[in-house]
């Protein structure tokens, strides 16, 4: 009941041009699975809340079956914690760690019908969400302070839309990566691809009719490493009105022609508030890599 098996095969429509599973699609199916998990304990409508980290190890290539499991970590009274790892034969390709927040008809929060308790690690992990979304709630204003940034604008139609007439967070994260993804290009003016997604906490949902502008800039760079940040903004088209929705980063990795990685030009910080920002990617960089390195000593996928 608290576990739950999903199987995608990789088709010709789902890889990039460089052929390896598009990462918004990877992302996307990720959280697909999460929600068909919080769907079955919820038993209705939910809506993804914020999400720790999502990271893409491993590519799938066309004809790869990729078997994702889905396991609830921690409830409480109208959120669920869960896992969601993609194995690819028995090699980790891919993993994340969200939450997920039960509904009722008006998208409001309703207790959730099972629990399995949380642990003091999970509160912990809690209380940090909690504390990040203070943050963001602080931080509402453009990214036009960045020296390299781009804004990226469509309406939301109902192919996008959830049961509810929300955004569905998969094809958001669809969205995002995208637009990302050509920011990056632009920047080390070659092919890049997806390597996570950080920390997100969705603030307000969006509705399907609204417009959704997606901000993003480049706030890191190493010898090939390239952080993205972006700040995803709702806008009411009758009134005007503007809401910030979420924030994120998305690492990539430029590669040359064949597909290895190559050198980027590192970006210089043109203000003091940009260096700001670039030295808390650095420092959150560390922290990544070293997630990153634990879960793929700890956490095993075996073929079946």
């Known amino acids: 009941m608290y576990k739950l098996e999903t199987y995608y095969n990789v088709f010709p429509w789902h890889v990039n041009h460089f052929g390896s599973l598009h990462g918004g699609i990877y ?22 809340a914020s999400l720790d980290y999502l990271y893409l190890f491993k590519p799938a290539k066309v004809g790869d079956i990729i078997r994702v499991i889905s396991e609830v970590t921690a409830t409480w009274n109208s959120s669920a914690e869960i896992k969601v790892k993609a194995c690819i034969k028995d090699r980790l390709g891919a993993i994340g760690l969200m939450t997920f927040t039960a509904v009722d008809e008006n998208n409001r929060p309703r207790p959730l019908p099972t629990t399995v308790g949380a642990d003091e690690e999970a509160n912990r992990r809690k209380e940090e969400r909690l504390k990040r979304k203070a943050k963001d709630l602080e931080d509402k204003g453009d990214m036009s302070f960045l020296s390299f940034w781009r804004s990226y604008i469509r309406t939301i139609y109902p192919e996008h839309g959830f049961t509810n007439g929300i955004l569905y967070a998969g094809k958001m994260y669809m969205m995002l990566d995208e637009a990302l993804a050509i920011i990056a290009k632009l920047y080390s003016k070659g092919n890049v691809y997806t390597v996570s997604a950080g920390y997100a906490n969705f603030l307000t949902p969006v509705k399907i009719g609204d417009i959704l502008e997606i901000q993003g800039g480049i706030e890191y760079t190493g010898n090939t490493s390239i952080d993205v940040g972006a700040k995803v903004f709702s806008i009411n088209h009758y009134t005007g009105e503007r809401k ?15 597909g290895k990685p190559k050198s980027i030009p590192k970006i210089v910080p043109s203000s003091e508030y940009e260096k700001k920002i670039f030295e808390e990617r650095a420092m959150e960089r560390e922290v990544r890599i070293k997630i990153a390195k634990s879960l793929q000593e700890t956490e095993e996928c075996y073929e079946r």
């Open 27 to 48: 992302m996307s199916w990720l959280i697909d699975s999460g929600g068909l998990l919080m769907s079955s304990i919820s038993k209705g409508n939910y809506l993804l």
């Open 244 to 258: 910030l929705v979420s924030r994120t980063v998305f690492s990539f990795v430029a590669i040359d022609e064949n």
